[in-house]
Every structure is written in structure tokens, then in C-alpha cells.
């Protein structure tokens, strides 16, 4: 019953035929399965990609409900890579899908990103020795990066490829001394312009000592659409790319689009200026 390019027929016109039937052989990976990472592969599955790897170690919580496109009644105390492992295939039975329920760690990291075309980070924000072991994985097998941030009512997107920019020239977490304050450099870099800081309503919400954070259902599905643009014109080579030190940060609430340029990455004076402002807000120093 099922036909793929029936499934997907409605994408032509904006992708040709021949384009979608590209993007059935493409391999895509995504390091965390909850918020962003749900959203990302469920509108990547419906773009057509036919191949995944998917990793996360949690179970859906009622608190994730909010947000994460796997969390149900029906779900909480399921892992979340197998409930989004279910809903990807009731989208396209014949997906070629691995999964790696246990994370991401120096032991697996090789095979999770085993004959990938692009790496979309789905990360928990907190999850800061993951989210370097794979960038580092990928600067070294010249596997392109796609990171977009849920950041309030709007999204943040990050491309780093083999002619960019890479990560750690970019965020600079080694320039750190300790792992709070690479998280602190991980949110100027995504948010250089830090446009929806004034409508934060309650700053308290935002405490990285105790590795929590707000996040809103319509910055998630942003995401979901401006990363899966980027892996679609990454992997069929049409479109404008914006790679590192540039980014894009999207604001439905603030009506902004910005494009940011942060040259010398976190080193960049406006940024070692913001890096003090940030520390104050979510260090509470």
C-alpha cells in the first residue's frame, strides 16, 4: 500500500522528482530524540529522507509535553528513541533506520555517524561532552553540521561545513575554565544577537548551575523547518548556505530576522562583552 514517491508527491514542484528520489538514499543523524530532535526527524521524514540514525538515552516525562513531538499520555516511561523510531516508520515504513538508545559516547560515536550525509545536533542543551565529542567527529570526517536552537519564540541556525568556519574556532569552549561557562559561550554563539533576552519575563527560569532552561513549543517547530532547509539544499547542493561565523536568528515575537557575523567566533570583542552580560543572567553571578 505504501509508495514513497506517492507519500512525498506533494514535495514536487519545489523539489523536482529526481531530487526527491536523492534524498531517499541520504543518511541523516540526530544526537537526541526529544525536543528539537523529535521535531527534526519527523519533518526530515516527511521530506523523504530515507536513512537515519537516531540516538537518546531518556523516557518522556509529563513535562516534556510542551514541546517534544513523541510526548503523549500513551508514551511517558517509553524511551524516546523508540517512540520516535515508531512514529518515523508510520511515516515511511520502508526507512532505513538505526537507532542508539543507550547516547552518544567515544565508544559508539564512529558507528553513529557511519556513511552520514549531514549531522543535525538535536542535543539536550546541557549535554555539553556529547555535543563536542560529535562536532569533533565530524570536523575530522568532514560531515557537515546543522545546529537550530529553540531560543524563545523564535529559532537560531548554525551551519558548519568543511569550508567554514569549524566549532571550536567558533564557540571557543576551550578558552574556558570551567563546563558552566562553556555553556555560557554555547548560548552567545547560537544567540549572538540575544534578541528575545527582553522578553524573558522570568529570568529565574533560566539557571545553568541547575541545568535548566525555558523552551516554548513554536521555537521547536521553527527549528524543525530552518534546519530541514539546510539539509535539504546541503544535500541536493542548490541554495545559499549562511556557514559560520555567520547565523541566522529568527524572532516570531520580535518580528526580527537577523543575520549575525561574529568574526574570531567568541573571541570577537562584542562577544567577550555579551559572554559577561550572559554569565551574570544564567550563573546568577
Known amino acids: 500500500m505504501f509508495d514513497y514517491m506517492n507519500a512525498f508527491s506533494r514535495n ?6 529526481a531530487e526527491q528520489a536523492q534524498l531517499k538514499n541520504k543518511r541523516i ?6 525536543g528539537v530532535g523529535s521535531e527534526h526527524i519527523v519533518t526530515l521524514a516527511r521530506l523523504g529522507i530515507g536513512k537515519f540514525n537516531i ?3 531518556d523516557e518522556y516525562e509529563v513535562h516534556n509535553f510542551n514541546r ?18 515508531k512514529i518515523a516508520l508510520d511515516i ?15 565508544h559508539n560515536v564512529d558507528e553513529f555517524l557511519q556513511d552520514v550525509d549531514v549531522y543535525v545536533d538535536s542535543l539536550d542543551y546541557f549535554a555539553l561532552q556529547a555535543r563536542k565529542l560529535v562536532y569533533k567527529k565530524c570536523l575530522e570526517k568532514n560531515i557537515p553540521v546543522v545546529v537550530a536552537a529553540p531560543i524563545g519564540m523564535g529559532t537560531a541556525l548554525l551551519c558548519f561545513t568543511e569550508d567554514s568556519m569549524n566549532y571550536e574556532e567558533y564557540f571557543r569552549f576551550e578558552d574556558c575554565k570551567t563546563e558552566n561557562e562553556q555553556l555560557v559561550k554555547f548560548l552567545i554563539g547560537l544567540s549572538p544577537s540575544l534578541i528575545q533576552r527582553s522578553y524573558l519575563v522570568d529570568p529565574s527560569t533560566s539557571d545553568f548551575i541547575a541545568k535548566k532552561a525555558p523552551s516554548l513549543p513554536m521555537g521547536v517547530k521553527l527549528c524543525g523547518g530552518a534546519a530541514a532547509s539546510y539539509v535539504l539544499k546541503i544535500l541536493l547542493n542548490r541554495g545559499d548556505l549562511v556557514k559560520a561565523p555567520w547565523g541566522l536568528h529568527f524572532d516570531a515575537y ?3 530576522m537577523v543575520k549575525t557575523w561574529r568574526p574570531w567566533g567568541n573571541r570577537n570583542p562584542i562577544q567577550r562583552i555579551m559572554f559577561s552580560i550572559a554569565k551574570k543572567v544564567v550563573l546568577k553571578q
Open 55 to 57: 540516538s537518546d538515552f
Open 12 to 17: 514536487i514542484g519545489w523539489l523536482t522528482t
Open 254 to 256: 520580535k518580528n526580527k
Open 68 to 85: 517534544q513531538a513523541g510526548a503523549f499520555m500513551s508514551t511517558v516511561g517509553q524511551p524516546k528513541v523508540e517512540v520516535m523510531e
Open 92 to 106: 515511511n515504513p520502508e526507512l532505513d533506520i538505526k537507532s542508539f538508545p543507550d547516547g552518544i559516547f567515544e
Open 29 to 34: 543523524a540526530t544526537a537526541g530524540a526529544g
